[in-house]
Structure formats: structure tokens, C-alpha cells
């Protein structure tokens, strides 16, 4: 599964579900979210893309309309989250990070009860419980506890709740997180049904993978600010290029080597156990490693990927939650 190719996806012209201008968190000295500037199109897989701290979740959480805005300007669904706030929780669908399931009830009374919290009558509850059940699938679980569900069915339950009302934007905040590659795949594909039913879908993730998979346009945020904006695919080819050439050497080779190989490609990055060389050909690159005579113990190449450009993009330092 892949994200919807070039003019598959939104009208360009759409009216945007949420824009944001000069938008800003503080808490007290310390700035969370640094004056960005993004608009999100209905229809389409938006994604917050960055390291831990960058400020996605502070975003995300100012266009639930949970966390007040320091300053610049946020609409959410044509309306202000400072004085509509109501409004707008009520039309939107929110996926935590944490699983937080009443455990000791039913699959089915966790819906039921989240349900009436919007004050939708009982008989459409119910109604809804059946729909939903079926498109987590999840329907012969309906009468079983929390408590006795995989992860991967405990997620699919979060994400059927936030759709009890039928919300035409969902925000997503690390869906994914802990999952086993099966679990994951299994939400994606549920999540990318909703986007054929024209549900806008908001998400972060730390998963280069989730991000190139599903997301039409993405946000790439570091230390606060928005450091690129694009589709996956774009953002690749600018900041990656197409392939990637990876070289190992024999142990204290790499110094001398890595000069050999200099102004080979695009761009190159020497790191402690390898030298990266990016182009756009792998056979060309590796011809011209070839030519250098480079005392080359291993070389591996790959298509560029996400990853690469986070890398680049946000650096390469461990950074703490």
C-alpha cells in the first residue's frame, strides 16, 4: 500500500479544513511550536513528521482544540478553537498515543459509552457500534473485555471510538506505536478506507515507513519550526535524490578511503562506520567508487528513502523525550 499518487488525491482548490499562521505554543519561557505556517486540504493524509521535542504533538493538540494557541492565527473546520472550541470537539476525531480503553468493560461498552459523551441517542450508538466493529474487525469481539485484546486490536478499538460520531477529520497522534509489523499493516489499510470515504486524516509519527506509506503531504519539523513541506516522494527527490550507495572499509581505512571517494554524487556524508554517497544512477556511482580504488570492504546499494531525508534534515544526534 502505497500513498495516493499525483492528482489522486484532494482538489488542489479545496477550502482547507484547518489553517494555521504565525502558529505558536509557549509554555512560559519555553517555545513548543515557533510561528508555522500549513493548511490541510479535506481528503487527505496530512502528516507531522520530526524528532521527539520538535512540537508535533503541541500542534496537534491546538487543532483539537484542547490546548490554547500563544499567538498567530488557527481555524479548525471554519471556526476559532479559542471561542468554538466546543464546536469543533464535536465534529472531530481524536486517536491518542496512549491507549486509554476502559479495560474492565466490553469492546462494545467502551463505544457505547464514548458515544453517549457526544449525545447522540442510543439507538445510533448502537447502530454505529455495528459499523465500526465490522471496519476495525473486530465484530467477534464485541462482548469480550479490554483487558483480554492483542495491541493491535486495543489501537483498532481506539480508532473505531474516535469514529462514533461519524467525525469528517481524524487526528491520529503515533497510531501505530509498539505494534508488530502484521498489527501495523492492518492499520494502515483501515486507515487509508477512511480516506476513500473522504475522512481527512492529521497524523504523527516517528515511522519512516508510515509516513512514506501513508501520508499525501508532510510537514517535517525540527527544534520547534517547519524545516520542509511536501509529498513523500518530492521531499525524497529533493533532499535524497533517487539511490543511495553505502561503503564500508577495513578497520582505520575509512579516513583515507573517504577521500578517495570525495565529490562522488549529489552529496556525500562520512559517518563513524561508513561513507553514504547519494546520486541519482547506483551503476554510475559505482563505477566511479570503482575508479578511486578505494580499499572497499563492503558496498551496499539502496533506493533513498524517508529516512534519509529525516536524517538530513533533523540530524542525526540522539535526541531525549
Not at 524528532?51 to 493538540?61: L, Q, V
Not at 508488530?180 to 478506507?193: G, I
Not at 516517528?206 to 509529498?231: N, T
Amino acid at each position: 500500500m502505497a500513498a495516493r499518487p499525483p492528482g489522486d488525491g484532494p482538489a488542489a482548490g479545496a477550502v482547507p479544513l484547518v489553517v494555521a499562521r504565525g502558529l505558536t505554543k509557549r509554555f512560559g519561557t519555553f517555545t513548543a511550536v515557533d510561528g508555522v505556517d500549513f493548511e490541510v486540504r479535506p481528503g487527505e493524509v496530512f502528516g507531522f513528521l520530526g524528532p521527539n521535542g520538535a512540537g508535533k504533538t503541541s500542534t496537534m493538540r491546538m487543532i483539537a482544540a484542547v490546548s490554547p494557541v500563544s499567538d498567530g492565527v488557527l481555524r479548525v473546520l471554519d471556526r476559532d478553537p479559542a471561542t468554538q472550541g466546543a464546536k469543533i470537539r464535536a465534529q472531530i476525531g481524536v486517536v491518542p498515543q496512549e491507549n486509554n480503553l476502559d479495560e474492565e468493560l466490553s469492546v462494545s461498552d467502551n463505544l457505547f459509552i464514548y458515544g453517549r459523551y457526544f449525545g447522540l441517542p442510543r439507538a445510533t450508538v448502537r447502530a454505529r457500534i455495528v459499523e465500526l466493529l465490522e471496519f476495525a474487525q473486530l465484530s467477534e469481539r464485541a462482548n469480550d473485555k479490554v483487558t483480554v485484546l492483542s495491541g493491535g486490536m486495543k489501537r483498532r478499538l481506539v480508532i473505531a471510538r474516535a469514529l462514533i460520531n461519524a467525525p469528517s477529520m481524524v487526528l491520529l497522534d503515533e497510531p501505530t506505536t509498539g505494534l508488530d509489523p502484521q498489527a501495523r499493516h492492518l492499520v494502515w489499510e483501515r486507515l487509508r478506507s477512511l480516506t476513500d470515504r473522504g475522512v481527512t486524516l492529521l497524523l504523527t509519527t516517528h515511522y519512516m515507513d508510515e509516513a512514506e506509506q501513508l501520508c499525501d503531504r508532510l510537514l517535517v519539523m525540527s527544534d520547534a519550526r517547519i524545516v520542509a513541506e511536501g509529498s513523500p516522494d518530492a521531499l525524497i527527490a529533493e533532499h535524497a535524490g533517487r539511490e543511495v550507495l553505502e561503503l564500508r572499509f577495513a578497520p582505520g581505512a575509512l579516513p583515507a578511503a573517504a577521500g578517495r571517494v570525495a565529490g562522488i554524487g549529489t552529496r556525500q556524508e562520512v559517518l563513524p562506520d561508513r561513507v553514504v554517497i547519494y546520486g541519482h544512477d547506483a551503476e554510475q556511482l559505482t563505477a566511479a567508487v570503482n575508479e578511486r580504488g578505494a580499499d572497499i570492504t563492503s558496498m551496499l546499494v539502496r533506493r533513498a528513502s524517508l529516512e534519509d531525508v529525516f536524517l538530513r534534515l533533523t540530524g542525526r544526534a540522539l535526541i531525549e523525550p
